[in-house]
């Protein structure tokens, strides 16, 4: 019986042996694509939990372990990457006033500004479509995800994110041209 097959069956003695097998390549792997040691910590447990949970899903004939793992991990790397991006771009509104100020203070309370001002456009915002945009930009979950989270259509959740964003970019507009100098 393969280590995969095992974990399917719940055996934490083969999870265990398949992360002492792995864990390095995968880890190395992972630091390279993140540039973060601490973010490919978190990475390399997610993966293991995703392998503890979706073991039986694994196909032997479709490819080795060793691959579906390193799939894995580089999926996981690059939902991450997007998610630290994402909320980056929200949390600056897409719209950096900063530039090249020198001084740290004055960016720092240019940063604080448009944080209030993405804050308040978003309580603006419907409940539905606040948190479709929420668990998509600040918990970096996929649209499939948020449909199952909420219990709604994908169809719907995709109108929310798209009506939300649309809302969302003319408060924004709205705000920042008020605040100009």
Not at 76 to 91: C, F, M, P, T, Y
Not at 94 to 121: H, M, Y
Not at 165 to 178: T, V
């Amino acid at each position: 019986m393969n280590l995969l097959h095992a974990i399917a069956l719940r055996d934490e003695q083969a999870l265990a042996s398949l992360y002492d097998r792995y864990r390095l390549i995968l880890f190395g792997l992972l630091i390279r694509i993140l540039n973060s040691r601490e973010e490919a910590e978190d990475v390399l447990q997610e993966v293991f939990l995703q392998v503890w949970r979706r073991a039986a899903d694994f196909d032997e004939r479709r490819g080795r372990a060793f691959t579906w793992l390193i799939t894995l991990a580089r999926s996981r790397a690059i939902d991450r990457l997007r998610q630290l991006g994402s909320r980056e771009r929200l949390a600056l509104s897409a719209i950096d006033f900063v530039g090249d100020v020198a001084s740290s203070p004055v960016r720092d309370a240019l940063r604080s500004e448009q944080r209030q001002i993405v804050a308040g456009a978003l309580a603006e915002l419907s409940e539905e479509q606040r948190r479709a945009l929420t668990l998509a930009y600040f918990e970096g979950l996929t649209q499939t995800e948020i449909a199952a989270r909420l219990s709604s259509p994908l169809g719907t959740v995709k109108t929310r994110m798209r009506s939300g964003m649309i809302k969302l970019r003319e408060l924004l507009s709205q705000r920042l041209e008020s605040r100009a100098f």
